[in-house]
């Protein structure tokens, strides 16, 4: 009778030994920028929810496999939802955060990598991953597109009269908008996340001006009411003296007749 040998367990591969740094840069300056931006901007937004997780750049790993193949970098921005602990990692590690995958992507794209953004990445997240909504954007030619995960398949958004693209896994429109970031003499076109209202998502500085602003509005009105008040009370003072006056008149006038 033949026996049979039972294969090894494959060792299971801890994400603090995979790497999380493919020594390439980004594209450009503005990619570093436009990123960080929008992860600043969706980090304050969210900043007291703990079960959503935003970060860029960074690897996403769903396979130990992964680490031999090398076969694709890190999302420019990506959004789980759900998680347990909202913590900061080197790299998304499928196996050890509940099977979660990112349920939001977004890809700065460029000249040299557009090409793989469009084909081979976007069909990892679509077919493997199996991502809600992925989008991409080219700041050459401003382009936006997206697509939304339809039974199993991507289908394209189908951006509104402003160009902008409806995120259902966000509850937020993202659009193309000028924006100048700090020590640099001119705006630039970025993404921007606007509310179901179409009101822009302010970036914590943005907030904190906007915030100082109200209440130098406050402080101002304030004056204003005690200023008026002020002007009201000297008003009624005034009146009240030449009341005043007019009784000590009209007192003396008749007392003048009497005496007569």
Known sequence: MATMTLAKPRPQVRGADLPYD??????????????????????????????????GNM??????????????RG??????????????RHSWVVWEEDGLTP??????????T??????????????????????????????????????GRYEELAPNARGWLWSEELGLWLGVAAYRFANQSAAVKVLRFFDEDGELLPTPHEAATQR???ATQRAEAATQR????????????????????????????LAQQRGE
């Open 22 to 55: 493919d020594g390439i840069p980004l594209e450009s300056e503005w990619h570093v920028a436009a990123m960080g931006l929008l992860i600043d901007i969706l980090r304050y937004h969210w900043r007291e929810q703990r079960d959503s997780y935003v970060a």
């Open 59 to 72: 690897f996403v790993y769903f396979a130990p496999d992964q680490v031999k193949t090398r076969d694709f």
């Open 75 to 88: 999302p420019d921005l990506f959004v789980v939802k759900g998680v347990r602990d909202n913590h900061m």
């Open 103 to 112: 349920d939001y992507v977004i890809e700065l794209a460029s000249e040299s």
């Open 114 to 151: 557009v090409k793989f953004d469009l084909g081979g990445k976007k069909s990892i997240y679509e077919r493997i991953l199996k991502t809600p909504e992925y989008v991409v954007y080219d700041p050459g030619p401003e382009r936006l597109r997206g697509w939304r995960l339809m039974r």
């Open 212 to 214: 100082a602003e109200a």
């Open 226 to 253: 005690a200023e008026a008040a002020t002007q009201r009370a000297e008003a009624e003072a005034a009146a009240r003296r030449a009341a005043e006056a007019e009784i000590a008149r009209l007192q003396a006038l």
